[in-house]
């Protein structure tokens, strides 16, 4: 009988179920539901809808009863850093933040009088940005005091999801390390962090590794989709996730990867963290990461600048089009700053574009050929400067890059990373978050003996496209 995995992987713009099996030695996928996700703007605050996108949770999962493909077990990914606080009945404290929420804003000085930004990455070994967790709940404790220390129990968001399904509590390591709270040494908790920050330690788990078993269905549940299932955990943090399946491309062990899709998240797997003043400089991270290796990588913007062009014109063109009219338009010279803080949640972003080119003296883009040109080369100057900066951190040559993610079909811009960083690029598979999930599931239902072998049937089992540099 055919052993089926689920994986179900929520994004910021939406999610999935998908199902994963093995049939002579080649992984399959089957999306069986999908769901939009956005962010709430209730005018003071950018939230999430945790009801809405549990009640997607269960509809997807009465898709398996109707089709009576019964998952082994299952497993959820999510994006990074957003997080709930649980008070003794259980009940969210306040809102679920968004990430792209400004509330954080100023609360960087408020740290360095607690704990310069040297030894905070020394510590933590995660770059600084305005939207990590830390920052994020001294936001909620200095507006919200009372209610803030009322909280029993701190979950990430897969965390939240798990416990709604089985009512156990349990911590994801790797998604925790991207709260930069977690001593990137110990792989725990900083507990001399958190007193400083005057955090109460006792909501904050002991942290579990992928593939640590949470627990069953409650009988509710079981009520609602017809079944019951184990629940694991697999690297919840969508980014560890998607490494997981960078292929073995049976050619060189000597590569860099560029998880892409609304965000780019582009480094290399090291043993150990990579802390230095240089790396703190140049705004490195150290993210937990499968079998405790470090994904060493810097967060660029990404897709989502693109994502919201294509949005303001109400989808009028598919990204297929879009790269092709950036490409008509290959000469426009106009380049923006992607890691700006105006594009991360502007009113507008084909007006900040705009305003971006105005205020720097370059040509303003006013078609859309031309924002996307903008846009597509901007990311792949991106791409490029952040690799000479992986191997002058490292002091090593790199001779490839594995482009996994939504963002592995965008031809024109796997050309241009291709072109502007003179590296061979891969690109695909592009479920990589799904399939990643499923392989940590597989791996512990020993489909695969080694995460090595796993890699190998990926390579065999998907399509993944080869771009050589020319000029």
Request: proline content about 2%; overall charge positive.
């Given at each position: ?334 380049r923006i700053n992607v890691n700006d803080s105006c594009f991360l949640s502007p009113k507008n972003m084909i007006n900040e574009i705009q305003f971006y080119c105005e205020k720097t003296g370059q040509p303003i883009p006013h078609s859309i050929a031309e924002i996307s040109s903008v846009v597509y080369h901007s990311l792949s100057d991106s791409y490029s400067k952040t690799a000479t900066e992986i191997e002058k951190i490292t002091n090593k040559k790199y001779e490839q890059i594995n482009i996994i993610g939504g963002g592995s079909h965008a031809d024109y811009l796997n050309q241009l990373t291709a072109n502007k960083t003179g590296k061979t690029v891969y690109a695909g598979p592009s479920e990589a978050s799904s399939l990643g999930n499923i392989i940590v599931q597989m791996i512990k239902n020993k489909e695969f003996s ?22």
């Open positions: 009988m055919k052993n089926y995995y689920l994986a179900i992987d929520i994004g910021a713009s939406g999610g999935r179920h998908i199902l994963g099996s093995v049939k002579n030695d080649k992984l399959q996928l089957k999306e069986i539901y999908r769901f939009e996700n956005k962010i709430i703007n209730n005018k003071e605050n950018l939230c999430w809808d945790t009801i809405y996108l549990f009640q997607q949770i269960i509809e997807g999962l009465k898709i398996c009863k109707q089709i009576n493909k019964i998952p082994t077990t299952m497993a959820i990914d999510t994006w990074a850093v957003d997080y709930v606080l649980l008070n003794k009945n259980n009940e969210i404290l306040g809102k679920t933040y968004s990430y792209r929420d400004h509330r954080t804003k100023n609360m960087d000085k408020k740290l360095e009088h607690i704990i310069s930004s040297e030894n905070l990455y020394k510590k933590t070994g995660i770059q600084k940005q305005m939207f990590n967790t830390v920052y994020q709940l001294m936001a909620f404790k200095e507006k919200f005091p009372e209610l803030f220390d009322t909280a029993e129990t701190f979950l990430m968001l897969p965390d939240y999801f798990n416990f709604l399904l089985t009512g156990i509590k349990k911590s994801e390591y790797t998604n925790a390390t991207s709260t930069q709270i977690v001593n990137s040494s110990t792989r725990d908790w900083d507990w001399e962090l958190i007193e400083k920050l005057k955090f109460n330690k006792k909501i904050f788990l002991p942290l579990d590794l992928p593939e640590t078993t949470v627990g069953n269905f409650k009988q509710e549940i079981i009520n609602q989709v017809g079944f019951d299932c184990k629940v694991i955990m697999t690297a919840s943090h969508d980014t560890a996730s998607a490494v997981i399946s960078v292929p073995e491309t049976n050619e060189i062990n000597s590569s860099i990867y560029i998880s892409s899709g609304t965000w780019s998240l582009m480094g290399i797997e090291t043993d150990i963290p990579i802390s230095t003043k240089e790396s703190m400089n140049l705004n490195f991270s150290n993210e937990g990461g499968y079998l405790y290796k470090f994904r060493f990588l810097k967060n660029i913007m990404g897709l989502w600048i693109i994502q919201s062009v294509r949005n303001e014109i109400n989808k009028q063109f598919s990204f297929s089009e879009l790269c092709k009219m950036a490409e008509s338009k290959k000469n426009f010279s106009s080694t995460l090595k072998e796993a890699k190998k049937s990926i390579y065999k089992s998907f399509e993944i496209r080869k771009y050589i540099p020319s000029n």
